[in-house]
């Protein structure tokens, strides 16, 4: 996990007009030398000394993004944290809350008709999106789909005929650590730049920017304005789009984050086909394997542990049971529960998935057909007023297609909340949105309405049963 030290601060991203003296020093900041080879090269194989094939046949496919955005007050650098988002904010007009503002950033052209791949932070909440070529040209830019939850949103600039360049979707399962890569984009709006660097790690869960949390991580020079931009294999494939650095300054510090391209696929083909993007659901819940356990039962120490399956869901249906370990899906590993998360969401409804299970000291496999999250029971969304401790809390009844649609597990049973007022009894008790309601006095709370009936009675102790991201908690008056 990355964790800053007491003066350092984690930055989501976005920033506000860089410093002069930390532009100055990022004019200087040189990239990691850069040597063109195939994408898995052996060990001793000669490395031709220049990239530029590999650029000239990449770079015209990503574009500069600039988007026309309403504010009502200007954001500090997001929640301290030092994750920052590399979109960049230009130029400010008004006063008052509400000014204009104008941010940019890059995308990458992946049809030739004018699709194109960015982030949704680049384009949130923009009155207009302009995409500028790299010959130059700029286009209006319509937003096909703009998904927040994966952080990706699709553009179309209509191109009369005209076939632009492209890069061609690669596979990012496929990349290994050490693999080189380039990241071409349009760092601090100074234009389009490349920079190479190796692929420092995959699956980095910890990086809390999106409800996906599996990111590639390289070591290019990333920078702000980057956001969108491409990561490109050596054979000219795109495998990543970046969007985040880890940085106590703004500027790179060798941590950049990429969306994995297999994602990035996915939502652009939903996009495209004007489909409503909708997850595919497996319908079980799982968990890391205890350490003490794994040793005890001489189980492995990596993979998901059953701990629920949603009854009558995919995984049930095909055979899946409680206990079993998910070792891997479609042959990829599955190493914990965001995971097997991620790898889920990048298939489609309809899809079928092969999971490779231990079960009982043996190894089997399964097909799951993957569905569409059922909204049963009706998530009657409401506000929890009286004589209650959860006062204050806006509470629905949790199936599993609110729960893929807030990002919460869909295996847990119970009631989710949605928002807690501030200074609510619900408040005071430290409840949170995302906190599932599970039980009260050992009673399961399964629907909003049971949990609109409670009311303390008084003198009599209570206690409430909720689960948040995993962990289960309990409060009371006891």
């Not at 939850?149 to 005209?162: H, N, Q, Y």
């Not at 004007?274 to 189980?299: D, E, F, N, T, Y």
């Not at 409804?349 to 569409?372: C, D, Y």
Request: with cysteine; hydrophobic share 45%; net charge neutral.
């Amino acid at each position: 996990m990355l964790c800053p030290t007491k003066n350092q601060k984690i930055h989501k991203s976005g920033t506000t007009a860089t410093k002069l003296a930390m532009l100055a020093f990022l004019l200087f900041a040189s990239s990691s030398p850069a040597e063109e080879t195939a994408t898995h090269p052996s060990a001793g194989e000669d490395f031709p000394q220049s990239f530029a094939a590999l650029v000239e046949k990449s770079a015209p496919a990503v574009v500069n993004i600039y988007a026309r955005k309403i504010v009502h007050s200007r954001s500090q650098s997001l929640d301290g944290s030092a994750f920052w988002r590399l979109f960049r904010d230009t130029l400010l007009f008004g006063y008052g809350r509400e000014r204009i503002e104008n941010s940019l950033g890059s995308g990458v052209i992946v049809r030739s008709d004018g699709i194109i791949v960015t982030n949704h932070h680049v384009v949130e909440a923009a009155e207009g999106v302009v995409a500028a070529l790299a010959d130059g040209r700029a286009f209006n830019a319509e937003i096909l789909l703009s998904d927040k939850r994966t952080d990706i949103a699709v553009l179309k600039i209509e191109t009369r005929g005209e076939v632009l360049p492209y890069l061609e979707f690669g596979d990012s399962d496929l990349l290994r650590v050490g693999d080189r890569v380039l990241v071409i984009g349009n760092p601090f709006g100074l234009g389009q730049t490349v920079t190479s660097g190796i692929v420092s790690a995959l699956a980095r869960t910890s990086v809390g920017i999106t409800d996906f949390r599996f990111f590639i991580q390289t070591d290019a020079a990333t920078n702000p304005g980057n956001s969108g931009g491409a990561q490109v294999t050596m054979d000219g494939k795109l495998v990543g789009i970046s969007t985040a650095i880890y940085s106590t300054t703004g500027g790179s510090q060798g941590l950049g984050f990429a969306i994995p391209a297999n994602m990035a696929r996915m939502v652009a083909e939903t996009a495209v086909q004007h489909r409503p993007l909708i997850r595919p659901w497996i319908g079980l819940s799982g968990r890391r394997v205890p350490p003490q356990i794994a040793m005890v039962l001489g189980l492995p120490t990596k993979g998901v542990l059953v701990s629920g399956l949603y009854k009558g869901g995919p995984a049930a249906a095909a055979g899946v049971a409680t206990g079993d370990i998910v070792m891997s899906v479609d042959g990829l590993t599955v190493d914990e529960p965001l995971v097997l998360r991620y790898r889920i969401a990048t298939r489609l409804v309809g899809a079928t998935v092969r999971l490779s299970l231990i079960r009982e000291g043996s190894q089997i496999e399964i097909p799951v057909l993957l569905k569409a999250p059922p909204d049963v029971p009706p998530r009657n969304d409401r506000w929890l007023t009286g004589l209650s401790p959860l006062s204050g809390a806006k509470a629905a009844s949790l199936s599993p297609a609110l729960a893929e649609e807030i990002g919460v597990d869909s295996g847990i049973p119970g009631v989710v909340l949605l928002d807690v007022s501030a200074g609510s009894s619900a408040d005071r008790l430290g409840l949170r949105a995302g906190d599932i309601i599970q039980a009260i006095d050992g009673r399961p709370i399964n629907t909003v309405e049971e949990l609109a009936d409670f009311r303390m009675a008084a003198f009599k102790p209570w206690a409430i049963s909720f689960n948040r991201s995993g962990e289960e908690l309990t409060i009371g008056s006891r």
